[in-house]
């Protein structure tokens, strides 16, 4: 059970030069929350006579707040080939596994910040896509589907077969906005027509935006679509009452003059 340290090792875990050594020492360093599972792989190299590696927690005599420690040995038989020592190295690693905890809080936190703006997406009847122009890829979002009345296992989005659903008296105008829009990168928005594979009539808002490359070249443009096919026959009904509100204003004060 003894165990036979250099001054590193020691100064790292807080042990004195002169301080007789053994593995129990060590393990009482260690957090406790992570004894377990370095036994056990120190167990199973001296069962089969291999090799362990362990990440764990010590308090770090250094510093004194915990630090990670990277562990690695293997386990060494005597003459008669029963288990006589293990041999190995441990060093700090503490700042790598501060990183991996930071990029697991940043994964954790886009994947919320993912699903929420899914949920509203969906809740708005809403999806977004992103055009490369310099490769004229094109990708949409899940919800971006069901706006376009097309199926995500069937339709393949393209320049092309986005140009195809688009209501041939509104593609015209529609590309030509598209491409003034790519020179100054502004915010660009857009209302048209598409005519579902069902051959429906809905009306469609565009918005979105130009992203350009450090000559000022244009990139990508990312945007939102959304459905406002119900908006705009509200806007036309109404329309429709106030001209013939109007008309009916007009046919009265007509009438008041005549007689």
């Avoid at 293990?86 to 809080?105: D, H, S, Y």
């Avoid at 928005?189 to 469609?204: E, F, L, N």
């Amino acid at each position: 059970n003894e165990v036979e340290a250099d001054a590193t090792n020691r100064a790292l875990w807080g042990f004195p030069l002169d301080w007789p050594l053994t593995a129990d020492d060590y393990f009482a360093h260690i957090y406790p929350d992570d004894v377990a599972d370095v036994r056990a792989r120190i167990e199973a190299a001296i069962e089969a006579r291999g090799e362990y590696h362990a990440e764990y927690r010590i308090v770090c005599a250094t510093r004194g707040n915990v630090c990670w420690l990277a562990a690695h040995g293997r386990a060494e038989a005597g003459e008669d080939g029963r288990p006589a020592r293990i041999v190995g190295v441990n060093f700090e690693v503490t700042e790598r596994k501060q990183a991996e905890r930071a990029l697991a809080e940043a994964v954790s936190l886009l994947a919320r910040e993912r699903e929420r703006l899914a949920i509203a997406l969906r809740t708005g009847g809403m999806g977004v896509y992103e055009w490369r122009v310099d490769d004229n890829s094109v990708w949409w979002s899940p919800d971006a589907y069901p706006v376009f009345g097309v199926d995500p296992a069937t339709f393949v989005p393209s320049t092309e077969s986005f140009d195809a659903l688009v209501h041939p008296d509104d593609r015209a105008e529609l590309w030509r906005r598209t491409e003034a829009a790519l020179a100054p990168g502004e915010t660009f928005s857009h209302t048209y027509r598409i005519v579902r594979p069902d051959g429906t009539i809905r009306w469609i808002f565009n918005q979105s935006n130009t992203e350009h490359d450090a000559e000022g070249r244009p990139v990508r443009i990312t945007g939102v679509v959304t459905d406002v096919t119900d908006e705009r026959e509200r806007e036309g009904h109404t329309m429709q009452l106030q001209a013939l509100t109007a008309m009916l204003g007009a046919a009265g004060t007509s009438a008041e003059v005549a007689d």
